[in-house]
């Protein structure tokens, strides 16, 4: 088994829980329900708003996921054929069939 990262085991805390909590969270509810110093998280939180990955509303000083984070996301999106691909074997099936057809991807187990 290879080693993780702890930085970038880090970073995908953060986004995961911030993907979470739709309305944001401020530094110290990110401190608490992930149980880091104050002292690394600040730098970590500060790196992902500097990168655009991380937005700071400073009206209530609440972190939410950044437009990078976005931008992201939809490149895995562009990468994926799979539904054209299998649009023509599904549309076969379910013309053998007489049901509807679903395509899904597994995410976990």
């Not at 930085?7 to 911030?18: F, I």
């Not at 562009?78 to 679903?102: F, R, S, T, V, W």
């Amino acid at each position: 088994m290879v080693e993780s990262v702890k930085s970038a085991d880090r970073v995908l805390d953060v986004l995961t829980l911030l993907s979470k909590n739709m309305r944001g969270m401020t530094f110290t509810d990110i401190c608490s329900e992930l149980g880091w110093p104050k002292s690394s998280t600040h730098g970590l939180l500060a790196t992902l708003q500097r990168r655009g990955f991380l937005d700071l509303n400073e009206s209530d000083r609440r972190y939410s996921i950044g437009i990078r984070t976005w931008e992201v996301g939809q490149a895995y999106l562009g990468g994926q054929d799979m539904a054209q691909d299998a649009l023509p074997y599904m549309q076969e099936l379910c013309d053998d069939i007489n049901e509807k057809i679903q395509l899904a991807v597994l995410d976990g187990r």
